[in-house]
């Protein structure tokens, strides 16, 4: 008996390990098969996703470098122009044209002509006109050319070299790569294509490289060069640029930087013409699968927990008896299948289901976008807000709702954000569908939902939606669609952008200086007014405000324009002075800091001017700021008193020193209201010993009247006009 139960006991271990084993293999099975079909899933999903992310990234810069390009012809044109009248000029008066251009130009990059004979160029000289700008071919170099007539029988020409034009717009081009490139590993690089015809393979060279790589700089590209597989890489994109296509998409074995292993690389390369420059960005395989690895990672833990059930279960199963196993063996079998498919189909159902509402996901989106040829966005208004007021629970239940009665209406319903959906379409009105969507009425537990929306049929589709979804928020539009005008307009916005990161950079911001003056029309102090300056062009800020408050931008010109204006006090070429501070400026608290910083000499010389016409959200702020500032010895003046609601209480909590009345008041002053309104304000400033200060005061009559009100100090165009200190 004991010899038949040790026996019982060698089987029943046997089995034990044996069942095991065979569930430890169907977890490695699962893993492999799902693991399996996710790399064949790869290529269609991953790489297309990652190829795309690359080529809208260069198009990106692709637009900056062209924008880049034009301006510097543009602006080129116009500084030539300038300097050819003033040439002309010298020439007329004495004669002295050619000694004033060796003045301003090295001889070896310019040439300049005189031609007469009835307008005949030299006949070595060939004439390019394209529109706007005109170019010369001399002794076999090309010039950017502007000529002019001086008299009835001359004409006055000078040029400079094309390449030299190149080198100008070059360096800028590459500080846009500098700054694309600034904190990413896959770098965007960029070569020039030489020539279409080498001799010897040689047909270009490398220009740009981040700065690690900047070893490369100037290395030649020859198409000849191969890979580890031979494939002639650099023979595939030069062979399609030379037959005319922009773009090119394209694989091959090359040296991992971070592996140190050949590995498949893919890369794109876009060519910028005429000037024949090679945008090229890629990324390695490894990192392709890097992607679907962390995918397979996190549901193995899943399979992990099904199977070590499983082993507990089959213990017990195993305790019983050999009959039981055998008997049970087949349904753990079946178990684990039924698992596995299970787990097949979860993995799959959160890759492209949302998993509150049942719709499709973004990820589901990003694979269906290519057969759509229109796409709507739809954003619940301030759904932000509807969670705060009635709780997360009562907004699920409204992105539930919501997304039930999109997916009654239509088929390709997507949710894409935490309170944003998509609808795909297919050559359809979009007109009509955005119609079709607001004759739905979201109402849930007598909860209104309003929606904005942004469409778009011109790809890529999701990227344009999102910018006419924005422009709806922007403008509180019900909806946009997205059109060839928008483009331009984001296009301008850019080259504005450009504009005032130049102004930063090239130090074009000076203080203009407007003089205030007492009753008897003695100057008693200036006020400090900023202007922007490029290229001999003088803007006032009021053009691009809030474009700099938009872009972050703000901080930096309005810091700019206080240490330039506190040098002048410091430098004694300005006495006392008055500077306008924003709300922005005073919430800042850089800015509170940086302005504290100055010694007391300087403040004491300085009235701060606040806009009264500006929302002041937080007056504990302003009011303790100012108080420092009033400590240090500054003045505190309350600018364009009566544009705006006061907030009288708090303007006398702060205690200013000036109130400025609004220029539109002074302007209708003779309109008794306005007159009556501006005296109403004089007798307020008496009352609290403030001083009154009358804007815009632009001839005598009105200088008399307020005189005659008794305000106290007065600023116009009958005194000064703003200027430099100059």
């Known amino acids: 008996m004991k010899h038949l139960t040790r026996r019982l006991i060698v089987l029943v271990i046997v089995i034990f390990f044996v069942s095991i084993f065979l569930i430890i293999s169907s977890y490695f099975l699962i893993i492999n098969s799902f693991k399996s079909n996710l790399i064949n899933y790869e290529e269609k999903y991953f790489l297309n996703q990652k190829r795309e992310e690359v080529k809208d990234e260069l198009q990106t810069v692709k637009n900056a470098i062209y924008s880049i390009i034009n301006i510097s012809y543009d602006n080129l044109n116009l500084v030539f122009k300038d300097i050819l009248y003033r040439a002309i000029k010298e020439y007329k008066n004495s004669n002295k044209s050619e000694s004033f251009l060796k003045e301003h130009f090295d001889p070896s990059h310019f040439f300049f002509a005189i031609i007469s004979k009835n307008y005949n160029f030299p006949k070595n000289l060939k004439i390019i006109d394209e529109g706007k700008r005109k170019f010369g071919i001399l002794n076999g170099k090309k010039y950017f050319l502007v000529y002019e007539k001086i008299d009835k029988n001359k004409i006055f020409a000078i040029a400079i070299k094309n390449n030299e034009i190149e080198r100008l717009y070059l360096k800028e081009i590459k500080k846009i790569l500098d700054e694309f490139n600034k904190n990413r590993v896959e770098y965007i690089a960029m070569g020039k294509i030489t020539t279409f015809n080498p001799k010897d393979g040689n047909f270009g060279k490398i220009i740009y490289m981040p700065p690690s790589l900047r070893k490369y700089i100037g290395k030649v590209l020859n198409y000849n060069k191969k890979d580890i597989k031979g494939k002639e890489y650099r023979k595939v994109y030069f062979d399609a640029f030379k037959s005319g296509k922009d773009e090119v998409f394209e694989s091959y074995y090359f040296k991992n930087p971070k592996t140190l292993k050949y590995e498949k690389k893919y890369s794109y390369v876009s060519i910028i013409r005429p000037y ?82 049942g719709v499709f996901n973004r990820n589901k989106l990003l694979e269906d976008i290519d057969k759509f040829s229109s796409l709507i966005l739809v954003d619940i208004y301030d759904f932000s807000a509807l969670n705060e007021i009635y709780g997360f629970e009562v907004g699920d239940k409204i992105l539930k709702y919501f997304a039930n009665k999109l997916k009654n209406c239509f088929e390709n319903v997507y949710r894409i954000g935490s309170d944003e959906f998509a609808i795909g379409f297919s050559n359809v009105n979009l007109e009509d569908e955005i119609n079709k969507i607001f004759s739905c009425y979201f109402k849930i537990d007598d909860i209104k939902i309003d929606i904005e929306i942004g469409a778009s049929n011109i790809k890529p589709l999701l990227q344009t939606s999102e910018i006419a979804q924005k422009e709806a928020q922007k403008n509180n539009q019900k909806y946009v669609i997205y059109d060839k005008l928008m483009y331009k307009t984001q296009k301008e916005r850019l080259e504005k952008i450009a504009l005032l990161k130049e102004i930063y950079q090239n130090d074009g911001i000076i203080p203009y200086y407007q003089c205030i003056v007492d009753k008897n029309a003695n100057i008693v102090k200036y006020e400090a007014l900023m202007r922007l300056t490029n290229n001999d062009k003088i803007y006032t800020p009021f053009e691009f405000i809030d474009l700099l408050k938009e872009t972050n931008l703000y901080y930096l ?41 100055y010694e ?23 009011s303790k700021f100012l108080t420092q500032l009033k400590n240090k ?16 209480v708090e303007i006398l909590k702060i205690k200013p020193d000036f109130i400025k009345i609004d220029g539109s008041l002074i302007k209708n002053l003779n309109d008794e209201k306005y007159f009556k309104f501006v005296k109403l304000i004089e007798e307020f400033c008496e009352e609290f010993n403030i001083s009154s200060v009358a804007e815009f005061v632009e001839n005598e009559e009105i200088f008399y009247i307020l005189k005659k009100i008794n305000i106290d100090y007065f600023q116009g165009y009958y005194f000064c006009k703003p200027s430099p200190l100059s």
Do not use: H, P, Q
Not at 569 to 592: A, T
Not at 633 to 648: E, V
């Open 276 to 357: 024949n420059y090679t945008l090229v960005k890629g990324f390695y395989e490894s990192e392709i699968k890097s992607l679907y690895e962390k995918i397979i990672d996190k549901y193995k833990k899943e399979v992990r927990k099904v199977l070590g059930l499983l082993l507990i279960v089959s213990a017990l199963i195993l305790i019983f008896g050999i009959f039981l196993m055998f008997k049970l063996s087949n349904d753990i079998i079946k178990k684990i299948n039924i698992d596995y498919e299970s787990l097949k189909n979860e993995l799959f159902k959160r890759f492209y289901y949302d998993d509150l509402t």
């Open 557 to 597: 010109f309005s810091k700019r324009m206080i240490e330039k204006v506190f040098d002048d006090v410091r430098s004694n070429k300005i006495d006392k002075v008055s500077i306008n501070l924003s709300f922005e400026d005073i919430i800042n608290k850089n800015m509170r800091s940086f302005i504290l910083s």
């Open 600 to 622: 007391e000499k300087i403040l004491k010389k300085v009235t701060f001017e606040i806009l009264e016409s500006e929302e002041i959200k937080d007056y504990t702020i302003v």
């Open 633 to 648: 010895g500054s003045k505190i003046a309350i600018d364009d008193f009566g544009s705006g609601y006061s907030n009288l």
